[in-house]
């Protein structure tokens, strides 16, 4: 192998599943329904108009069986068999990633094929609509489920684990995120502080750009396959 890096990080954005067909979040007016993400995306929205935020999460699970994993998503399932370490944290609620292939992979926004009961707290999947007054089969009480994603203001999933892999990698690189939400968008100035070489790789300059020490601009689809092949053995 020739590989120079022994500890991979890389960090997906919405940006990664954009050539599948997935709307990103902030680009093309960032407007669903004409309410912000922020606005659908919260505890409070959720308490204000559950139904409008479950049609939200309802909308975009239906979305998923009309999608495809692309080649970045394949390019990165084949990269974590490349290096000694390597984990995926993906800000996407897709299952894209895990269709391509990919294994050490995090959701740490969440899952749409997943709901939670606020009640009993258990995790099940859900591939259809979920419905108000669905009953939790495990704690058996009726409107308790909610989507399984991390709403703004909620602690995202797994940092222990996310923490620990940035502060030991000696490569992250991040991939078609905007770098606008925290605590993702601080990631890059972990890695660097850990003595990491940090690449992001996106359309444009995202706005954590002058923290990488590597900018590659371009679609994912071309870009993340080129940058892994120039590091690894493919
Ligand atoms: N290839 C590479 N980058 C792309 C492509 C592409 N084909 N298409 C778009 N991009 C870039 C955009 O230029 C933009 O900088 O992807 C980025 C997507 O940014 P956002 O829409 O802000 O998505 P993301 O960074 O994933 O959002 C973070 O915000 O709303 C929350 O929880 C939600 O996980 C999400 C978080």
Redesign the pocket.
Known sequence: MKNEFKQVVVLT????S??SGLS????GG?LWENHR??EV?TPEAYDRDPELVQRFYNTRRKALKTVEPNV?HKTLAKAEKCFESFLLVT???DDLHERAGSKKLLHM?GELLKMRCVQCHKIAPIHEDLQLDRICEHCERTGTLRPHI?W?GEMPFYMDDIMRALMQCDLFVS???????YP?AGFVEIANQSGAKTVE????R?DQNSHFQQSIQ????Q?VHDFFESITQF
Do not use: M, P, W
């Open positions: 954005g919405a940006g990664v954009a050539e990103t979040f902030r680009d960032g993400v922020e995306a970045a800000q996407n609620v926004h991390v703004f991939i078609g995120t905007s770098g606008s939400v993702a790789i996106n359309l444009q995202s371009g679609l994912a689809s870009t």
